[in-house]
């Protein structure tokens, strides 16, 4: 790649989508926007391949019904052909035959000038290991590298509602409370990755040491503190997000849920004692408490 790259790493349910969109807002970096492309997680076997092709097909198949369904065609554009590109590349070849870079050869816009960096984001990246991850800085150089941190308790917990969403499944709180208890002392692979997917300070370690451009950020200031994180951002890429356009975009709802459930004291009592080193480790390593 000619261009400087961006790496969104998660966390899952942590804001990565918004910050995914708020970098795309910038007229210099040209975001994917096939959110989670899952190439490296399907690439080194910790996503199967068949599910990969599965959620490419239902993306394709999503936009084939818009395309036959709507009364205007405004929306095709270079960026949703990009989208559509990509999407039939994932589903019609195998992965270990997919050159990566070729991933963003699909947009005009990144053969501009005026674009400086070219970026994806994929949660289950945080799932990497060291060796992994070394084998993928050969395929995008010395790149910004993103991790955006969540309470973990409070992010598990949206995580069990997007499945719950995912799955359709009508379930009443009761029901809900004890497949989440069953999900916790089962210890199934569901809930290592819940684990996993907190384990902010081993996954920092770990892309440390093949990139030296790292950057936290904390899903607590994405709440309340815009500023800090438009700063924290400029400072980061070398780029200025200090714009009334940027303030703005928080003020927008993006991924967010449906399903109401609050967890009862029981759920809440078990997943403390199952985050709590993870959650006071989260805290020390942002250095402010995580609440949200």
């Known amino acids: 790649m000619d261009k400087e790259f961006i790496l969104g790493i998660g966390s899952q349910r942590a804001g990565s989508t918004f910050i995914s969109r708020l970098l795309d ?115 995008i150089n010395n790149s910004y590298i993103l991790l955006i941190c969540r309470n973990p308790l409070q992010r598990t917990i949206s995580s069990f509602r997007l499945m719950m969403e995912y799955n359709r499944q009508v379930k009443t709180e009761d029901e809900l409370n004890q497949f989440f208890l069953n999900l916790i002392k089962s210890e199934n692979i569901w809930i290592k990755d819940q684990i996993r997917y907190s384990q902010y300070r081993k996954v920092k370690e770990s892309y440390e040491k093949s990139f030296d451009k790292f950057l936290l950020l904390a899903y607590d200031d994405i709440i309340s503190n815009p500023k800090y ?18 303030f703005d975009f928080f003020e927008q709802r993006i991924n967010s849920l449906s399903m109401k459930y609050t967890p009862s004291p029981q759920v809440l009592e078990q997943l403390n004692n199952l985050l709590r080193v993870l959650s006071n480790d989260a805290n020390e390593l942002l250095g402010q408490a995580l609440t949200h």
């Not at 994180?229 to 356009?245: G, R």
């Open 229 to 246: 994180i438009l700063e924290k951002i400029s400072c980061f890429l070398d780029l200025d997000f200090m714009t009334p356009q940027m």
């Open 25 to 139: 807002q910038h007229l210099e970096i040209a975001f994917h926007p096939l959110k989670e492309l899952h190439y490296f997680d399907t690439l080194f076997g910790i996503r199967a391949e068949r599910t990969l092709k599965d959620f490419s097909k239902e993306q394709l198949t999503r936009e084939i019904h818009r395309l036959c369904n709507s009364e205007t065609l405004d929306f095709i554009n270079s960026h949703w052909k990009w989208y559509l590109e990509s999407n039939f590349k994932l589903l019609t070849e195998p992965i270990s035959e997919i050159h990566y870079p070729s991933l963003f050869s699909g947009h005009k816009k990144i053969f501009s000038n005026n674009i400086r960096f070219v970026g994806e984001s994929t949660p289950e990246y945080m799932l990497l290991n060291s060796s992994q991850i070394s084998k993928m800085r050969e395929l």
